[in-house]
């Protein structure tokens, strides 16, 4: 990382990263899309008949929306043939590199929040760790495709984010949402591979799939513990009985 009247900025320019990633992004945030709509049927489906259960959706969506949207990107980039990226995954989480320089990796939107040493390199512009040698040494910076949501029932706007810390490094790169549409359709019409788990997960959460009824309304919890009544009889103290004027 280098630095330029004081503020950090990556070794690559936003140019720069537009040139190595433009070919790629479009199908890239397709299957971000198709990943964020799948897992909204589910979570819609399963996740909204208790109050309890429909805290877990905002955790357990975007861990499932970054599994099926980097599960897609491995079976969509083992069928390119020489194209100038590759998946890179250390811990079975699938991440691409680009012309074995710039480092990208794909999630729903989350607040910074580095909880490993590695994911501080990754924000702080440093290579890291399990990156090869050759590539550490022409780190061109590391970017993030971010699957930002939206309103309700609305596909999320993905961009193309350079962070240092919580800082954006340079303005984020939104992908055309209309070209995103057009081609996860296409995709569809040909049914895909890489599309298949998204969409298996979109059918298991439909009411015809699963059979179950109709989502109960949520049960209302009780306003504090006073409404409770206790269901048990508390055995007195020997004091009370001797208030009483009884005696054993």
Known sequence: MSEDAGQ?????????????TRHHLVPLAAMGVAAAESVAVLCERVMVSDVEVARLRPKVEGQLVTSVWTESVR????????????????????????????????????PWRPNTARAEY???QLPCPDLEQAIADRHAGNVELIAHPTSAG???????????????????ITVDPLAVAIQLRT???????????????????????????ATPAPRPLPDSDQEQRPTFRPHPRPEQGEADGTTE
């Open 154 to 172: 609305a596909a999320p706007v993905i961009r193309l984010h350079a962070r240092s810390g919580s800082t954006e490094l340079f303005e984020p």
């Open 187 to 213: 995709w569809r019409e040909r049914a895909v591979p890489w599309l298949y788990a998204g969409d298996r997960l979109r059918r298991a959460g439909s009411l015809a799939d699963l059979g179950f009824p």
């Open 8 to 20: 950090p900025r990556p070794v690559a320019s936003r140019r720069q990263v537009w040139r190595m």
């Open 122 to 124: 990754f924000q702080m």
């Open 75 to 110: 079976t969509w980039a083992g069928t390119l043939r020489n194209a100038p990226l590759r998946v890179h995954d250390p811990y079975a989480w699938v991440e691409l590199i680009f012309h074995e320089s710039l480092h990208l990796r794909m999630h729903r939107d989350r």
